[in-house]
C-alpha cells in the first residue's frame, strides 16, 4: 500500500520569499507523484507531475520539485512566493498496477499563506 | 474542452431527504473517481469507475451511498437518506487512465446536511 506524509498543515512566507513544501511518500513499487493546487470553492489543478526521467520536474506559476528516491521525498518549491500562490497544496502518489491501476492516494494538504 | 461538470454546485437539504450529485467527466477518460473532502478526513476516495463499470468501492462510507455510472458521460452519486456527518464538498474527477495520467477535477457540490 501507497502512503503521502505533508509536513506542516500550514506554511506562511513573505511575498517574494522562498516556497518550500514538503512531502514524502511511501510506496512499494517505483512511484508517480504529483502535485496540485486548490484554490477556494474550486476543484483540485494539477501543478506538476513525476513520472519517469528527470528527476527535477518543473510545472506551472513557476513551481518545481525534486524526486529523491533516497529520501522518499518530491518537496514542492518556488523560488519566489507571489501572494497569488496563497491556496492549499496536496501531494499524491499513484499505484501502478492491479485493480488499483491509476487511483491517486492523496496527503493531507498544506495551506500557504503569503503575506504582504 | 469543458472538463469536468459537476452539479449541483451547492446542495442544502434535511437530514433523512434524498440527495443526487452529477458528474459530466471529460470525453474520452475512461477513469471516473468520486472524493469526499472534509475538514477532518482531507480527501478520501469514495469509489472509482473504468469504462462505466465500478472497479473499487472500499471507500463508500456505508450502505447509504450508491454511485451508478450509466453511459460513459454520466455518473451519480446518491445518499439516501442523508445524514448532517455527510456535510462536505464532493469531487468527481476523470482520467485516461494510465498510471502516470493526471486526475482532473470537477468544481465539486458543497453539501450540507442539517
Known amino acids: 500500500a501507497q502512503s503521502v506524509t505533508q509536513l506542516g498543515s500550514h506554511v506562511s512566507v513573505s511575498e517574494g520569499a522562498l516556497v518550500l513544501l514538503r512531502c514524502n511518500y511511501s510506496?512499494?513499487?517505483?512511484?508517480?507523484l504529483f502535485w496540485y493546487v486548490q484554490y477556494p470553492n474550486q476543484g483540485l489543478q494539477l501543478l506538476l507531475k513525476?513520472?519517469?526521467?528527470?528527476?527535477l520536474v518543473k510545472g506551472i506559476n513557476g513551481f518545481e520539485a525534486e524526486f529523491k528516491k533516497s529520501e522518499t521525498s518530491f518537496h514542492l518549491t518556488k523560488p519566489s512566493a507571489h501572494m497569488s500562490d496563497a491556496a492549499e497544496y496536496f501531494c499524491a502518489v499513484s499505484v501502478t498496477g492491479g485493480t488499483s491501476y491509476g487511483k491517486l492516494t492523496f496527503g493531507q494538504g498544506t495551506i500557504l499563506t503569503v503575506h504582504p | 474542452d469543458a472538463g469536468v461538470i459537476q452539479s449541483p454546485r451547492h446542495e442544502v437539504t434535511e437530514m433523512g431527504q434524498e440527495v443526487t450529485l452529477r458528474c459530466k467527466p471529460i470525453?474520452?477518460?475512461?477513469?471516473l473517481f468520486w472524493y469526499r473532502q472534509t475538514m477532518m478526513r482531507g480527501l478520501e476516495l469514495l469509489i472509482y469507475f473504468n469504462n462505466n463499470v465500478p472497479i473499487d468501492d472500499s471507500g463508500m462510507p456505508e450502505d447509504r451511498f450508491s454511485a451508478k455510472m450509466p453511459n460513459a458521460s454520466f455518473s451519480t452519486l446518491k445518499i439516501q437518506p442523508s445524514e448532517p456527518r455527510d456535510s462536505a464538498v464532493y469531487f468527481c474527477?476523470?482520467?485516461?487512465?494510465?498510471?502516470?495520467?493526471?486526475?482532473?477535477f470537477g468544481n465539486g457540490t458543497r453539501l450540507t446536511v442539517t
Open positions: 470525453s474520452g477518460h475512461d477513469y
Open positions: 513525476y513520472t519517469t526521467g528527470a528527476t
Open positions: 510506496s512499494s513499487v517505483p512511484p508517480y
Open positions: 474527477a476523470s482520467s485516461t487512465g494510465t498510471a502516470n495520467s493526471p486526475l482532473h
